[in-house]
């Protein structure tokens, strides 16, 4: 079971409180109610992402969050305390924690920031950090090549134009000169790959 990720798995049992649903590796996480339809029965294969609830249980829900692990997204900021900020990553009732450590300059509660989600060594919970930086690669063996069309999310302005992250995987740059329409930081749009 991949915490951090949209996965199918399959409804093994029914109880009170929702639907237990089973990976190839008979692992279990419960679907609450609010997420089940009557229609659901045994055996029946569902669309889920995995992660941990506020009271630290493993949980499995059918709305889409706005980012998922070993990708970028930019974020709300809608609360902060001593030890980090919560993001509105699309998920009622649990937001995402960008600890202290792994803030940049600071974030404030209100605005957007752009961050990358991975699951936690030692908690294997979903956390956040807008160090983007060393996990976006570009000496992996490139994915993309000239003339390709790529999803780009607009990371931070520059001198000389914008440093985006090509299609959550690789660095890219958008020149001044290059743009035909404003952008902001945290967008994300469609571009083509013109030289590497």
Known sequence: MKVGHIQTLKVNRISDYGLYLIDDEEQEVLLPNR??????????????????DS??????TTDRPLITEGKAACLKVVDKNIH???????L???DLFLPNRNQQGG?????KTVVYMYVDDRTGRCVATNKIKPFIY????????????VSVLVA?????????????????MIYKNQLFRPIHVGDVCRGWVRKI
């Open 35 to 52: 997420y089940v339809s009557l229609e659901n029965k045994v055996g029946d294969e569902i669309e889920v992402f995995v992660y941990h």
């Open 156 to 172: 931070f302005a520059t001198p000389i134009g914008y440093r985006v992250v090509i299609n959550n995987r690789h660095w890219g």
């Open 55 to 60: 009271e630290d249980r493993l949980v499995a």
């Open 84 to 90: 980090g900020a919560f993001l509105d990553w699309g």
């Open 138 to 149: 570009n000496d992996d063996p490139l994915t993309v090549k000239v003339g390709d069309e």
């Open 92 to 94: 009622a009732g649990k």
């Open 107 to 111: 974030v404030i509660a209100g605005q």
